[in-house]
């Protein structure tokens, strides 16, 4: 039978993982009730939870050793992460370890096995918290960036305000007279690319337009082919599209001049990240600019307030819309 974790005690009573730290780690006081404490040390002990010193010993700082998970090293964004997350790390003593999970989102193996007394928490980036019960382990507190914030388990979430990055891009396409739009969305299923679709889908349902959705893997070669196909039928064209990253952006790009359409003449595009390619393709991209160190730093702030047995709240971090050459007004139809 599996040992009960910290994460199940805090599922079971219905609090937080940071707040079961606290009443289990006798640091309640002054910071939960009274009643709360009482609660979460008799769903403990109903479930048979004992702590796994191990893991305490780490929250008192005897590693000082941070992993942070991340879909792919391939990807410029995900280097930022981790750019600012080691940052924030040294400046208090802590190394973070960078890991990619081998299958995109998850599941990710256990890269230490038994050595996991190694680490004092866990960073994961885009990923489903149940993609990393191999990571985690009995007590590992775990932080998620870009991830769904009602998901039960996690210590505590960093987010962006992706929704307000659709609002921008659609407002901005909607201001240029864009009626007829396609969603270049990423084939992976992950809740933040979820989230990107329902947002353009409620903000272009309150407006006189039409949206279709095309998905493909996050590779220039595959976007490139999905919107060949999608843009095949003259009669059925969109005026713009809307890309959920800027490498589905870039090969939408692609995929049209193929085609003899000009853009921004006869197709406008957006991507999100303002990664170095939105400037090395021409025109250049209109996309929205996400403060990926910024995420890196405030989900290490988050972990370390988690191991100080702090509860961590923060305001989604803001993001920008940059308009550069490859949006403009819409074409006659």
Same mark, same amino acid.
């Given at each position: 039978?599996?040992?009960?974790?910290?994460?199940?005690?805090?599922?079971?009573?219905?609090?937080?993982?940071?707040?079961?730290?606290?009443?289990?780690?006798?640091?309640?006081?002054?910071?939960?009730?009274?009643?709360?404490?009482?609660?979460?040390?008799? +769903?403990?002990?109903?479930? %048979?939870?004992?702590?796994?010193?191990?893991?305490?010993?780490?929250?008192?700082?005897?590693?000082?050793? =941070?992993?942070?998970?991340?879909?792919?090293?391939?990807?410029?964004?995900?280097?930022?992460?981790?750019?600012?997350?080691?940052?924030?790390?040294?400046?208090?003593?802590?190394?973070?370890?960078?890991?990619?999970?081998?299958?995109?989102?998850?599941?990710?193996?256990?890269?230490? =096995?038994?050595? $996991?007394?190694?680490?004092?928490?866990? #960073?994961?980036?885009?990923?489903?918290?149940?993609?990393?019960?191999?990571? %985690?382990?009995?007590?590992?507190?775990?932080?998620?960036?870009?991830?769904?914030?009602?998901?039960? %388990?996690?210590?505590?979430?960093?987010?962006?305000?992706?929704?307000?990055? #659709? $609002?921008?891009?659609?407002?901005?396409?909607?201001?240029?007279?864009?009626?007829?739009?396609?969603?270049?969305?990423?084939?992976?299923?992950?809740?933040?690319?979820?989230? !990107? =679709?329902?947002? *353009?889908?409620?903000?272009?349902?309150?407006?006189?337009?039409?949206?279709?959705?095309?998905?493909?893997?996050?590779?220039?070669?595959?976007?490139?082919?999905?919107? &060949?196909?999608? *843009?095949?039928?003259?009669?059925?064209?969109? +005026?713009?599209?809307?890309?959920?990253?800027?490498?589905?952006?870039?090969?939408?790009?692609?995929?049209? !001049?193929?085609?003899? *359409? !000009?853009?921004? &003449?006869?197709?406008?595009?957006?991507? #999100?990240?303002?990664?170095?390619?939105?400037?090395?393709? &021409?025109?250049?991209? +209109?996309?929205? !600019?996400?403060?990926?160190? $910024?995420?890196?730093?405030?989900?290490?702030?988050?972990?370390?307030?988690?191991?100080?047995? =702090?509860?961590? +709240?923060?305001?989604?971090?803001?993001?920008?819309?940059?308009? $550069?050459?490859?949006?403009?007004?819409?074409?006659?139809?």
């Amino acid at each position: 039978m599996t040992r009960p974790t910290s994460r199940d005690v805090a599922t079971a009573a219905g609090v937080s993982q940071a707040t079961v730290s606290l009443v289990l780690g006798d640091k309640w006081r002054g910071r939960v009730s009274a009643r709360t404490a009482d609660h979460v040390r008799e +769903t403990a002990t109903a479930l %048979g939870y004992r702590p796994n010193l191990a893991a305490r010993n780490l929250r008192l700082g005897s590693t000082r050793t =941070a992993l942070l998970v991340v879909p792919a090293l391939t990807n410029e964004f995900f280097a930022r992460v981790y750019t600012g997350a080691a940052r924030v790390a040294a400046e208090h003593g802590f190394g973070v370890v960078l890991y990619p999970s081998p299958e995109g989102t998850g599941p990710a193996r256990d890269p230490f =096995a038994s050595a $996991r007394a190694a680490l004092d928490g866990v #960073i994961a980036s885009s990923m489903a918290a149940d993609a990393l019960d191999a990571i %985690g382990g009995d007590d590992l507190p775990l932080v998620m960036l870009d991830s769904d914030p009602t998901a039960h %388990g996690p210590a505590a979430h960093v987010n962006l305000d992706m929704t307000d990055a #659709i $609002r921008q891009t659609a407002h901005h396409l909607l201001a240029h007279g864009h009626r007829h739009y396609l969603h270049l969305a990423s084939a992976v299923d992950s809740w933040t690319f979820h989230l !990107r =679709a329902q947002a *353009l889908a409620d903000l272009l349902d309150d407006a006189p337009t039409t949206l279709r959705t095309v998905r493909a893997p996050l590779t220039v070669d595959a976007a490139r082919t999905a919107m &060949e196909a999608a *843009l095949a039928d003259p009669q059925a064209r969109p +005026t713009a599209v809307v890309c959920d990253d800027d490498i589905l952006a870039a090969g939408a790009c692609k995929a049209a !001049r193929r085609l003899g *359409l !000009r853009i921004p &003449e006869d197709l406008s595009v957006t991507g #999100i990240d303002d990664l170095a390619l939105a400037t090395a393709v &021409e025109p250049e991209l +209109t996309t929205v !600019r996400l403060p990926a160190e $910024r995420v890196g730093e405030q989900g290490m702030k988050a972990l370390l307030t988690v191991l100080d047995g =702090a509860p961590w +709240t923060a305001p989604d971090l803001p993001v920008e819309l940059v308009v $550069r050459g490859s949006t403009g007004p819409a074409p006659a139809r």
